[in-house]
């Protein structure tokens, strides 16, 4: 998946601010994507009106043919991409629990458990639970990014579960 085709998703979950999306653009048309709305976007700048960037967009993404998302769908791209943060130690325990800023649906175990370990965490949680959290949260990221390794879950039309969850 290339990085305007990433960002459709992160748009939709919203962890991609607007004001990103100019140099996103910018950055498209270096790797070769081309379409006028890239191309007007990209000549923006970062505190250009939010409405106009957000329009040439998903204009944008449009003209080059790359789907956007429903919110379930880039909720659990969201959720995949936080597991895959952490079993390569990108992210901490903590920084996956303070990103879950946003609504996701978990289709698969796998996602539901990742999901339900993650939400376990609260500021409250005292210095002896901590190792156990974080163990607990390590072992379902790295169950769901398996689970999607052997299944080949990511495909262009979203993300294929092997069992939906209850």
């Known amino acids: 998946m290339d990085r305007l085709q990433d960002s459709a998703w992160q748009y939709v979950a919203e962890v991609l601010p607007p004001e990103e999306l100019p140099m996103l653009a910018a950055r ?3 790797d070769g994507r081309d379409s006028p709305a890239l191309r007007e976007l990209a000549g923006l700048t970062r505190g250009s009106d939010e409405s106009e960037i957000r329009e040439l967009y998903v204009q944008a993404l449009h003209e080059l043919g790359i ?4 919110e379930e769908t880039a909720g659990r791209y969201f959720l995949v991409s936080l597991a895959f943060g952490l079993v390569r130690g990108e992210l901490s325990p903590k920084e996956v629990a303070d990103r879950l800023s946003m609504t996701v649906t978990a289709c698969t175990r796998a996602e539901t458990r990742f999901l339900s370990v993650a939400a376990e965490y609260s500021k ?3 210095a ?3 190792p156990a959290w974080e163990n607990d949260l390590s072992i379902a990221a790295r169950s769901l990014t398996t ?3 052997r299944t080949s879950t990511v495909r262009q039309s979203g993300l294929r579960g092997e069992g939906r969850s209850a």
């Not at 789907?67 to 429903?70: A, G, L, Q, S």
């Open 67 to 70: 789907p956007h998302p429903d």
């Open 28 to 30: 498209a048309l270096v």
């Open 147 to 149: 689970s999607l390794c």
């Open 128 to 130: 002896d639970e901590l």
């Open 124 to 126: 409250w949680i005292s």
